[in-house]
Nanobody, 126 residues
Framework: QVQLVESGGGLVQAGGSLSLSCAAS????????VGWFRQAPGKEREFVAA??????????YYADSVKGRFTISRDNAKSTVYLQMNSLKPEDTAVYYC?????????????????WGQGTQVTVSS
């Protein structure tokens, strides 16, 4: 079992930046692919970014809507995943969730992930 806890959400003006963290406990994250998703009120949970494990090679994936603005990274020694969000827009407002994928699969789908955090609210004002 892996427990995930997000932090770093908050209120920011459009054009600003936030850095989210996702700390894992229970088991190390090193053997899991990790992802970030978000869910706005009345909308489905949508993919934001994912990063695979170190072997055979690290791959990162981004939703088109955040490409060039968001960066996913991980520190396996700290069992922590990060999401650096720059140039934030009001449409980025949502609850952000981190997730861990043990089995491998379609990183863009929430169904591929086995463990989820409780979410952290990000609000971008115009």
């Amino acid at each position: 079992q892996v427990q995930l806890v997000e932090s770093g959400g908050g209120l920011v003006q459009a054009g600003g930046s936030l850095s989210l963290s996702c700390a894992a406990s229970g088991r190390t994250l090193s053997s899991y692919a990790v992802g970030w998703f978000r869910q706005a009120p009345g909308k489905e949970r949508e993919f934001v970014a994912a990063r695979t494990t170190s072997w055979p090679g690290v791959n990162t994936y981004y939703a088109d809507s955040v490409k060039g603005r968001f960066t996913i990274s991980r520190d396996n020694a700290k069992s922590t995943v990060y999401l650096q969000m720059n140039s934030l827009k009001p449409e980025d407002t949502a609850v952000y969730y981190c997730a861990a994928d043990q089995r491998g699969g379609n990183y863009y789908s929430p169904n591929a992930y086995d463990y989820w955090g409780q979410g952290t609210q990000v609000t971008v004002s115009s």
